[in-house]
């Protein structure tokens, strides 16, 4: 009897050595809960965003490690090796190149974590489980109307811009404002004043994604600011005189805004225009209390950095994380939680981000 009880006694004791070796891995502090993946460390939005994650997650059990992938899809793809590598549960990212990042999150989905595409969405692969994003149609939407809204006569010169064609987001935001702009196209009140491959399509009110591509690749800014700057200079080297005058600039967001502004605004020849953004940051704040900027896109990633956050918790706390609508990303229609947006001009640029506490009033001049 005691023959067999001495093996039997070391294989319990080899049993309770490994729940302990395996417990002590769970609660030490190589554990992380929730793993984020942002693009780069080079734009103010995502280094602001990385301050409001940590403190979305302070006040809970969960821990957070935050990685910048430096505008590298390899870069990005390592990121997470090294935060599925830390044990997470849920990750959050940001894509550099929506396409791109499919491999990424393929891997993670391989060892059951959750995937959260945050602000854009990842495409062409099944890995992804949820979608927190602002309203990026709404966005474009929104930008259009501003431009429709003041807007003067007719045959006004309308100069078409847009983001990088690898992001996705670049396509909602074109499909949004062309779905306002196009009647307007269509009826004269603007004229297309910089691309070909939009004057050829202005009949058509819901363009396909090989028809936007084919405008985008003419009018693509790829999220530069220098790049803005040399399109424009082009554009209005290129225009004739009654494309110039009042003229209306869709700009995509507020770093290639502020680019295109300085052109515009140094051409004798334009008298007047009217610039749309995106983000809200802090020198096109200026720039639209200045009047060189017209408007910008407030999307408050307080809101969309605490819905992002929020999910993780949900899932990770055993639960079923509500959403408000889907995106289709050429694989599965991936659910969704949408963040609202708020137009900001000149009008109500003090009672939306100052008095919101999102700005302080000593960080500009001539409010």
């Known amino acids: 009897m005691k023959r067999w009880m001495k093996p039997l006694s070391l294989l319990l004791l080899v049993m309770m050595v490994s729940a302990l070796v ?10 992380v809960s929730v793993g984020i993946v942002l693009p ?7 280094v602001q965003d990385e301050q409001r994650f940590k403190e979305a997650l302070s006040g809970t059990e969960y821990t957070t490690e935050i990685l910048f992938s430096q505008g590298s899809s390899a870069k990005e793809k390592e990121n997470v090796e090294t935060l599925l590598n830390k044990g997470i549960d849920v990750l959050i990212i940001c894509p550099q190149d929506g396409a791109a990042a499919a491999a990424a999150v393929e891997a993670a989905k391989k060892e059951g974590v959750t995937v959260i595409a945050y602000d854009r969405l990842i495409t062409d692969t099944d890995a992804v ?4 994003t602002f309203d990026s149609v709404a966005v474009g939407a929104a930008q259009g109307q501003y431009l429709i809204d003041n807007a003067q006569g007719s045959g006004v010169p309308l100069y078409l811009y847009a983001g990088a064609a690898s992001d996705n987001n670049a396509f909602l935001f074109f499909e949004g404002a062309w779905s306002v702009l196009q009647p307007k196209i269509a009826d004269g009140t603007f004229k ?12 058509k009110a819901e363009l396909s994604r090989d028809e936007m591509s084919k405008i985008i690749g003419q009018v693509t800014t790829n999220w530069d600011p220098s790049e ?10 290129a225009a004739s005189a009654d494309l110039k005058g009042d003229v209306a600039i869709l700009a995509p967001n507020d770093g290639t805004a502020r680019s295109i502004a ?7 020849a334009v008298s007047s225009f009217v610039v749309t953004g995106q983000d809200a940051e802090k020198a096109s704040i200026q720039y639209i209390i200045d009047e060189k900027q017209s408007m910008t896109v407030f999307k408050d990633v307080r809101t969309l950095v605490k819905d992002a956050m929020g999910m993780a918790v949900t899932i990770l706390d055993g639960h079923t994380p509500e959403t408000t609508g889907s995106y289709d990303n050429g694989a599965v229609e991936v659910k969704a939680k949408q963040t609202d947006v708020i137009v900001v001009d000149k009008a109500n640029v003090k009672s939306e981000l100052i008095d919101s506490g999102y700005y302080e009033a000593s960080e500009f001049t001539g409010l």
Do not use: M
């Open 22 to 31: 395996a417990a002590c891995g769970q609660s030490g502090s190589g554990n």
């Open 40 to 46: 780069t460390k080079d734009e103010p939005r995502w």
């Open 129 to 132: 489980d949820y979608y927190v």
């Open 192 to 203: 297309i004043a910089n691309s070909s491959e939009a004057e050829a399509l202005k009949e």
């Open 228 to 237: 803005a700057k040399n399109k424009a200079q082009t554009h209005l080297t």
């Open 262 to 268: 300085d052109v515009f605004g140094s051409d004798g």
